[in-house]
């Protein structure tokens, strides 16, 4: 019976425990998350959403407050067009936050940052040009391109002196998804270093719509491969969303993965970024308690727990402090989301909003409890303290599990209690 540990990822003659931990933003996937997944053999993923938040709470630096300074008189205004990022703050800010991590690696692994695209910063363009530079300017191993199609994201890094030696890849959600991206690439003569197969029980983002139950990872894997075959193309591809066990893991990599990226099961890691108490959240989760719903910004479909705080909440948006999901013109649908209730309530104090949410404010203060499919399951994982609260884990143990694994077995921690 084989195990994740009898395969091997390969980028050219380097070798990886097929093993990767996948972006999770706000800083859910820490750096010390990221950097176990290294140390062990394996692939860690940070996030750079809203990094010059992440740049503040880490590193002592204040860009979050000086932005809000310069655009303090904009507060009660609805048109944010003003609130702009200024771009060598922004670089800053990403290489103190890859820059940091990657002084800190250890270990035969590698370390890649997850860059969204839907993360407009009200100039799609600049802002991502700058996020993809400063990252490799900051000897990141690699760049994950995710939420977004990315047709224009190489050609924003093309003239990096590491444009051709860092490790580049798209996650994608369907074969027709990869075929344009490679289509608007080709002229480049780059192909991506590796493709994430994103299916429809991951967690954050959904590349599907609300018909998400209707797709599965390993038909869409099994299409991918078949177009890679057909075309020639020998690129990694590396399967994502609901891989609960290392058995599930092996499945895909005998059916011709060249990995794995994995995340719920990192969230109650010790590592990861959610406070405890929301960790412990995510543990006692039921089935029910898990929705997919349409209240973020950005258009997705989002996977998360119904308990979360940000379901309801009419918070005055905050873009003067954070601004990450403004598009080209200074709009979110949270802003329209957010007026609309004010004028049908000009007299109530506590807005509520169903439909949107103010995605910054309430994934940077953890209140957006997204959550792959499987959270459910994550109590089987670990084990009850007298307390009524569960243990956490160490990274290491979880990772160890997927590697070595067997029969959809799942080895529970050593007690510490
Ligand atoms: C809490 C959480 C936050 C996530 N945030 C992001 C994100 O910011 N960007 C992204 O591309 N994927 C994000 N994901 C998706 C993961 O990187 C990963 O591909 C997926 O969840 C793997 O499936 P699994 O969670 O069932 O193991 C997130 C997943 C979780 C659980």
Not at 27 to 48: F, N, P, Q, V
Not at 81 to 100: I, N, T, W
Not at 129 to 151: E, K, M, P, Q, Y
């Amino acid at each position: 019976m084989k195990r994740v540990d009898d395969f091997r990822l390969r980028f050219g003659k380097n070798e990886y425990v097929p093993i990767m931990v996948g972006g999770m933003g706000v800083d859910i996937s820490t750096s010390e998350l990221a950097l176990e997944a290294a140390r062990l053999g394996g692939i860690g993923h940070i996030s750079d959403a809203m990094v010059e938040d992440v740049s503040d709470r880490r590193f002592d630096t204040s860009f979050v407050k000086e932005k809000t300074k310069l655009y303090k008189f904009n507060i009660n205004n609805m048109d944010k067009a003003v609130v702009q990022f200024d771009l060598g703050r922004l670089a800053e800010a990403q290489r103190l936050h890859v820059g940091k991590t990657m002084e800190a690696k250890k270990g035969p692994g590698l370390i890649f940052v997850n860059c969204m695209e839907k993360l407009t910063m009200n100039g799609p363009r600049e802002t991502l040009r700058v996020r993809l530079n400063a990252a490799l300017d900051a000897g990141v191993d690699g760049i994950t391109l995710s939420a977004g199609l990315h047709f224009g994201s190489f050609a924003l890094m093309a003239d990096h002196p590491r444009f051709r030696d860092a490790k580049l890849g798209i996650i994608v959600s369907s074969v027709r998804a990869l075929q344009i991206f490679l289509r608007k690439n080709a002229k480049l003569d780059r192909l991506p270093d590796y493709i994430i197969v994103e299916g429809p029980l991951a967690g954050g983002h959904l590349g599907f719509g609300m018909d998400w139950a209707e797709y599965d990872l390993h038909t869409i894997t099994a299409e991918i491969l078949a177009y890679l075959k057909t075309e020639q193309l020998d690129i990694p591809l590396i399967a994502a969303g609901g891989i609960f066990t290392g058995s599930d893991a092996v499945s895909f990599l005998e059916a011709g993965c060249a990995g794995v990226q994995v995340a719920t099961r990192f969230t109650i890691a010790k590592e990861c970024g959610l406070p405890d108490k929301v960790k412990q959240e995510y543990i006692k989760a039921t089935e029910d308690d898990i929705i997919v719903n349409g209240i973020s910004p950005t258009g997705y479909p989002m996977r998360m727990l119904k308990s979360t705080p940000a379901i309801g909440s009419g918070i005055r948006p905050g873009c003067e402090s954070y601004g990450y999901l403004l598009d080209a013109t200074g709009n979110c649908a949270y802003i329209n989301a957010y007026n609309r209730e004010v004028s049908a309530h000009p007299d109530e104090k506590n807005i509520v909003v169903m439909d949107k949410t103010c995605l910054c404010t309430h994934m940077r203060n953890f209140n957006c409890w997204t959550c792959g499919h499987y959270t459910y399951r994550l109590k089987d994982t670990t084990h009850k303290m007298p307390n009524g609260e569960y243990q956490l884990l160490s990274a290491e143990h979880v990772f160890k599990d997927y590697q070595f694994s067997v029969n959809n077995e799942i080895a529970l921690p050593e007690k510490e209690f």
